[in-house]
């Protein structure tokens, strides 16, 4: 399948197709493989989380901040 026949797919045939490959994924009983740099992001949001100068946020404060 190409990305021409992909575009040529409603919205709710693109979705189908996502859901049916998303659970053929799920299905083969193995996680991929996190790429390497997942691992430095996640220790730099930790060094973050540990730092003095960490500030947290309310769901209300970040709805604010996006209107």
């Known amino acids: 399948m190409t990305t021409a026949d992909i575009s040529k797919m409603?919205?709710?045939?693109?979705?189908?197709?996502?859901e049916r490959l998303?659970?053929?994924?799920c299905s083969e009983g193995k996680e991929?493989?996190?790429?390497a740099w997942h691992g430095a992001v996640l220790a730099g949001r930790k060094r973050r989380l540990a730092s003095p100068d960490a500030r947290f946020?309310?769901?209300?404060?970040?709805?604010e901040r996006l209107r």
């Open 32 to 35: 991929p493989a996190s790429p």
């Open 22 to 25: 998303w659970e053929a994924i």
């Open 57 to 63: 946020l309310t769901l209300d404060q970040i709805r």
């Open 10 to 18: 409603s919205t709710k045939e693109r979705l189908a197709t996502m």
